[in-house]
């Protein structure tokens, strides 16, 4: 099994609400990402987890929180987004930092 | 950091045909990976390359891993139509720490005519 889950498929928010994104994985993998992506560009990192600690930001907004629950689990919190934050946004996961990465299908975000 | 200059950016090609791709760095990288994503989906793992001189096939898919570890090629063969799509390579640097990132190429956008 080389799934990684996301859910929502698809979100819309005004710039005063809060959401959240989850990715879920069970591959037993020790290493979990977010990543940006725009439309047919490569994607970008904003966070990893390693062993259930963040170990890198990429200088991220405040306005995007990650958290990891559990091993399997990684969630982003988002709070007063702006409608330049509109992008899919990816989880993957590896067995160790940076090796084969796995994605998930990803969450659409529209910010209205 | 870490540049991957991916070429070419975008190729129209006859469904049948040969498709070649390559990234180039300037730095040495001990790990390369080759992803297709389909629109609104994420990427998808095709290959991985480890050592240098690796040359690994996937079905119709075949990828090199440089011998100047600076480069690697991803050749699809025989394109059929759902090998439209955006392929990325994406490097892991050496010489240094094991934990380097992940830097990927702009990606390249195919497109096959039936």
């Known amino acids: 099994d080389t799934e990684v889950t996301q859910t929502p498929k698809h979100l819309v928010m005004g710039m005063t609400n809060k959401k959240s994104l989850k990715c879920e994985q069970h591959?037993?993998?020790?290493?979990m990402y977010w990543y940006k992506q725009k439309a047919k560009k490569p994607p970008e990192l904003m966070f990893v987890y390693s062993y259930e600690k963040l170990s890198i930001n990429e200088s991220v907004p405040s306005r995007f929180s990650p958290e990891c629950p559990n091993s399997s689990l990684l969630n982003l919190h988002l709070h007063a987004l702006q409608p330049e934050d509109s992008a899919l946004y990816l989880c993957a996961s590896s067995q160790g930092a940076f090796e084969k990465l796995f994605f998930g299908s990803g969450t659409q975000l529209s910010v209205l | 950091g870490q540049q991957l200059n991916q070429s070419p950016q975008s190729m129209f090609i006859q469904e049948g045909e040969d498709v070649s791709m390559n990234c180039t760095s300037s730095?040495?990288?001990?790990?390369w990976l080759w992803y297709k994503q389909d629109p609104g989906e994420g990427p998808v793992l095709l290959i991985a390359?480890?050592?240098?001189?690796e040359l690994t096939s996937n079905g119709r898919l075949t990828a090199q891993f440089g011998i100047t570890r600076k480069d690697s090629f991803l050749n699809i063969s025989a394109s059929i139509p759902s090998d439209v799509g955006i392929y990325f390579c994406a490097g892991r640097p050496g010489g240094g720490t094991s934990y380097g990132k992940l830097t990927f190429g702009q990606g390249t956008i195919l497109t096959v005519h039936p």
């Open positions: 390359l480890y050592k240098a001189g």
């Open positions: 730095s040495i990288f001990n790990t």
């Open positions: 591959m037993g993998h020790r290493a």
